[in-house]
């Protein structure tokens, strides 16, 4: 495992018209390139990840797994906005010499893309043999999908849709309100918004997990409780280990960014634009996920020509894409190994419901 940073001097021009003046981008890499540049695994993270797959995806990136770096070149690229090493709020507005702060620009996901590309263009990676993502992470592998459509041979999808549907952006903006209801998110003090960066991840957790995942983690043995119950606890304790680790700035940025995701957006219609994907495609979906339920997968597999649909129980909701690294496993392997196939022939569905 090795950490970088490409910076890249010129100006960047983001989809809303505002121009970055340079800009940052934190990636891992993970094993070698070989000789002709044909063992790449890129994998684009969700929205509080970073660069450090085997941080949060160890069950898959490692020695023995289905991401082995003895075989593969994996590249885990940090988004513009998130503050683990990228450029983000916290960065220095090269105008005023202070963080950014509030004044960070709007970053849309294809904006996200278009910086990585930058970085697979700096690596010399023409060819990207597999392309994956879960959440945001598969909003960001579907824009790169349509945009260098023949620089992406193979690519999953895990947890992901074409449109951010009212339903999430409502839980955005929820966590939003949190945000704004902490006073010292102000745009003055970079620490600033602790105290509502923690309520708001306790309203994404609600959006991560379902019923089921809490009567089975937190259920209380004692019933002759009045206070200190498990599930309260356990909202109070996620929200204080995130704090430790993220900025509420960022976290503002990213929630905007997930709201913009549209690949139809000055397009054509979303199920034209999926037409276009010429990547020979895996979409998984989990049965527990109310956050991106899958319904908006199987959306993507039916529109995406050469793909297949795989749909997976779990416990754990939309984090299941996270967790579930045996089963995905199952799908995964067999998925990558089917290297003989040819554009435009069939492929086999490895499970349907």
């Not at 909202?235 to 913009?260: M, P, T, V």
């Not at 754990?316 to 690294?325: C, M, Q, R, V």
């Amino acid at each position: 495992m090795t950490r970088h940073l490409f910076h890249s001097a010129a100006p960047f021009i983001l989809e809303n018209g505002l121009v970055l003046q340079g800009i940052d981008i934190a990636f891992h890499t993970y094993g070698t390139l070989n000789a002709d540049k044909s063992n790449v695994i890129w994998v684009c993270h969700a929205l509080t990840g970073s660069s450090e797959v085997t941080a949060w995806w160890p069950g898959l990136v490692g020695p023995g797994k289905c991401f082995d770096p003895d075989r593969w070149f994996i590249v885990c690229a940090n988004v513009p906005g998130s503050p683990y090493g990228s450029t983000n709020p916290q960065s220095l507005n090269p105008a005023t010499r202070k963080p950014y702060l509030h004044d960070f620009p709007s970053v849309t996901i294809r904006d996200m893309v278009f910086a990585h590309s930058l970085l697979a263009d700096h690596l010399g990676i023409e060819g990207i043999f597999l392309l994956i993502g879960g959440s945001m992470g598969g909003q960001q592998a579907l824009e790169w999908a349509i945009h260098q459509p023949r620089r992406i041979r193979q690519m999953v999808l895990l947890s992901t849709n074409a449109v951010s549907s009212p339903w999430a952006i409502a839980f955005n903006e929820s966590q939003r309100l949190a945000l704004l209801a902490d006073k010292t998110f102000d745009g003055v003090d970079p620490d600033g918004g602790m105290a509502g960066l923690k309520a708001a991840r306790s309203i994404a957790l609600l959006s991560y997990r379902c019923f089921d995942t809490y009567l089975h983690t937190q259920s209380e043995s004692d019933r002759h409780k009045l206070d200190c119950f498990l599930a309260a606890t356990y909202q109070r304790h996620q929200g204080e280990k995130f704090i430790r680790r993220f900025n509420a700035y960022s976290y503002w940025c990213l929630l905007n960014s997930l709201d913009s995701h549209n690949i139809g957006r000055q397009r054509d219609k979303p199920e034209i634009m999926l037409g276009k994907i010429e990547a020979r495609t895996l979409v998984i979906g989990i049965s527990s996920d109310i956050l991106f339920p899958v319904r908006e997968q199987r959306y993507l597999s039916q529109h995406i020509r050469n793909s297949q649909f795989a749909e997976i129980d779990s416990l754990y909701g939309h984090d299941g894409f996270l967790t579930e690294a045996r089963t995905l496993e199952k799908f995964l392997c067999p998925f990558l190994s089917e290297q003989d196939i040819k554009p435009g022939k069939k492929i086999p569905v490895l499970a349907r419901r």
